[in-house]
């Protein structure tokens, strides 16, 4: 591999770690072509670009980044995936495939700057994702005016069931 193929690899590299919010470095050694594969499918539905790099390279574009804690972790052979919409969604993926592989495993990650170890980003993992957050927040907002609809009509109502009985009460006498 010349300079050129280098830098372009690195500017790729830094580009993507740029606009991730979460970072995850994976060890995929031992895993076999169709195993990585039906794990790009499944991050590339979640949002999460997945890319196998050489430390150095990696060390070097994520230098100056929002990721660059990882830079003095980067050892051995690894791949990072890189997620842009949703933290949560990333996490979970990985920690799921591992969970059915026992040759992959996750070793690390930068959220938006912050360092994660591996228990970390089974926590995350365990997080409600942000489509879930959203609908339990519309439906704790749509509570509040329904039970205040519901408690006037409550009141009208047993207002109207005094006033009955009274008439009721009227025309027996």
């Known amino acids: 591999m010349n300079r050129a193929q280098k830098a372009e690899i690195i500017s790729d590299l830094r580009a993507k770690a740029n606009g991730a919010s979460i970072a995850i470095v ?3 050694q031992g895993l076999k072509v169709e195993e990585l594969t039906e794990l790009r499918v499944e991050l590339r539905k979640a949002g999460v670009k997945y890319q196998v790099v050489k430390n150095t390279l990696a060390r070097i574009a994520v230098e100056g980044g929002p990721h660059e804690v990882l830079k003095d972790h980067l050892k051995a052979n690894c791949a990072v ?3 842009y919409e949703d933290p949560v969604a ?3 993926t990985i920690s799921d495939f591992a969970k059915k592989s026992k040759k992959f495993d996750f070793r690390f990650a930068s959220l938006e700057g912050k360092f994660l170890d591996a228990e970390g980003v089974k926590e995350l993992a365990k997080l409600p994702s942000k489509p879930e957050l959203l609908a339990r927040l519309l439906g704790t907002m749509n509570a509040v005016p ?5 408690l006037f009509a409550n009141l009208q109502r047993k207002f109207l069931y005094a006033l009955a009985a009274i008439k ?3 025309e027996a006498a």
Request: proline share 0%; with cysteine; glycine share 6%.
């Open 26 to 28: 994976t060890d995929f």
């Open 81 to 83: 995936a890189f997620g």
């Open 168 to 170: 009721e009460q009227k």
């Open 90 to 92: 990333a996490a979970k």
């Open 146 to 150: 329904t039970n205040f609809v519901c």
